[in-house]
């Protein structure tokens, strides 16, 4: 059973526009959620993390996570074709262990 | 930024062949991870370690070993190649493998196994 699910699958914005990305845990032994960015042909990077409830902002990049719906989501505004990549969202649960549960990444698209 | 770096970067074998991925990592990170990327699908975890001689299950271990020689080195071994083993393979440190720690990934080998 898949721990974390993210939507859409895939998703298409127009340059300059905002786009939002939804991810969720099934397992409510969540601590840390995770937002790594994989462009086409390279190795994942990690672009933003967060654990408690509320928001983050770093640059053109938000995250939001509400605790209670185990809910995280990542908004990413005037996007650029530079940003269309493999958007991965991943969990660590309370195992002490730090080990990565992966969702199945949502392609993003950003049209000039 | 931290480095891990793989070998080799692409791989062709024979089913019931035999392959070893290297991974190395020269950050004096302690955790190491090995993940499999199949299309359509996220980084699936198969082994991880914490140092030398130490050896974790990942999620998906079936037809995997793993070994660790060093702090540094991190190996994946496929002793007899099967072609669901098709994919592309990860390799990961962190500091302390704690829930807070940022996992650097190396760039990946693509396996094909015929």
């Given at each position: 059973q898949q721990k974390v699910q993210q939507s859409p699958e895939s998703l298409i914005v127009p340059e300059g526009g905002m786009a939002s990305l939804n991810c969720t845990s099934s397992d409510r032994n969540v601590d840390y959620f995770w937002w790594y960015r994989q462009h086409s042909g390279k190795s994942p990077k990690m672009l933003m993390s967060i654990f408690s409830n509320g928001e983050k902002e770093e640059g053109r990049f938000t995250v939001h996570l509400n605790k209670a719906s185990l809910h995280t989501s990542l908004h990413i505004r005037d996007s650029q074709p530079s940003d269309s990549a493999l958007y991965l969202c991943a969990a660590t649960y309370?195992?002490?262990?730090?080990k990565l549960t992966f969702g199945d990444g949502t392609v993003l698209t950003v049209k000039p | 930024e931290a480095a891990v770096t793989q070998s080799p970067r692409n791989k062709v074998t024979v089913t019931g062949g035999n392959v070893t991925l290297s991974c190395r990592q020269t950050?004096?990170?302690?955790y190491m991870y090995w993940y499999r990327q199949d299309t359509g699908h996220g980084l699936r975890l198969i082994h991880y370690s914490y140092g030398a001689g130490n050896l974790q299950i990942g999620d998906v271990p079936d037809g995997y070993k793993a070994t660790r020689t060093t702090q540094e080195d991190f190996f994946l071994l496929?002793?007899?190649?099967?072609?669901?083993?098709t994919s592309l393979y990860f390799c990961a440190s962190s500091v302390l493998g704690g829930i807070q720690d940022t996992q650097y990934f190396g760039p990946g080998t693509r396996l094909l196994v015929l």
């Open positions: 309370n195992t002490n262990t730090g | 950050n004096s990170h302690n496929l002793e007899l190649a099967s072609p669901s083993q």
